[in-house]
């Protein structure tokens, strides 16, 4: 082998042992170090930083906030109502040492771990409250006291630590809730019976004094009526009178001449008059006499 040969595999294994001595832990990481198995560093800080090839092992871990979405769960409330209930949980590594020692670096084995904690605190929670408190604007005090007294022991057990716990949803269960519906539906076909029967109680009132309304106009139009009538009849007959005492000769000529055209429109009716009577009065005589 030449020198040269020799060379680039020195250096190759140089890099292969460079590469394998440095390592860097991210702003978002946590780590800790490994010899042979057996921790020997924890609590690394983000930067870059030497191991011996081959002997130290480095884990890291993800330090930003993590979500635990559990499954739904049933809960009982002080009033032995059962409720499913929807949570989601907040939560980051504190104490990278606990929580290794732990749970071996297994964020599964941690979220099961948490899940349990959640579910025990919420069923304690919600075992010491009634319904109306647990869906009132009393839940975010629930969810706080939750976390606080979660943190009491999660630190020190698993070494992390509970942000926020929230409630994504509160459901009755199936059977309970098909009851509930059919309570609601006659409630509400109750209060749609109660509303139409005022409605109609209404509507009668209107049409009943639409109706009056209605009366009082006529009565109001047919008065005016008659007395516009009257006054035109009263205003007639003056006016007639006044005619009549102009020319009273002239005014009797007018009516026959009036009483002749009426009885002889039609020219199959037949009139028994004696000729001699006052109805031919003005027929008779040129002057009327």
């Not at 990481?29 to 930083?49: A, N, S």
């Not at 007639?236 to 002889?264: D, Q």
């Amino acid at each position: 082998m030449t020198s040269r040969s020799l060379s680039l595999v020195l250096l190759l294994v140089l890099a292969l042992v460079g590469s394998s001595s440095l390592y860097v832990i991210q702003e978002t990481e946590l780590g800790v170090k490994l010899r042979f198995g057996r921790l020997i560093e924890t609590d690394i800080q983000p930067g870059l930083h030497y191991k011996i090839p081959f002997v130290d092992q480095v884990r890291k871990f993800d330090g930003r906030v993590l979500t635990l979405d559990a499954d739904p769960a049933s809960f009982f409330t002080i009033e032995k109502k059962r409720l499913i209930v929807d949570a989601f949980s907040k939560w980051r590594i504190i104490d990278v040492d606990v929580y290794y020692r732990a749970t071996g670096g297994n964020q599964a084995v941690a979220q099961e771990r948490l899940a349990s904690r959640v579910n025990d605190g919420l069923r304690n929670q919600f075992g010491a409250r009634t319904l109306h408190e647990v869906v009132s604007g009393e839940r975010d005090q629930l969810m706080k006291h939750l976390a606080d007294k979660l943190n009491l022991t999660l630190g020190q057990s698993l070494g992390v630590e509970v942000v926020d716990v929230r409630v994504k949803g509160i459901d009755l269960p199936p059977e309970v809730s098909e009851q509930v519906y059919r309570r609601m539906k006659a409630e509400r076909e109750k209060e749609a019976r109660i509303l139409r029967s005022e409605g109609r109680e209404s509507a009668e009132k209107i049409r009943a004094d639409a109706d009056r309304q209605k009366t009082i106009l006529l009565a109001n139009a047919y008065r005016i009526a008659e007395e516009t009538r009257g006054q035109g009849d009263a205003t007639a007959t003056s006016t007639y009178a006044a005619a009549y005492t102009k020319n009273p000769e002239f005014y009797a000529f007018i009516r026959s001449l009036s009483a002749y055209r009426k009885s002889f429109a039609n020219k199959g009716d037949v009139l028994l008059v004696d000729p001699k009577s006052d109805f031919f009065r003005y027929l008779n005589s040129q002057k009327g006499e």
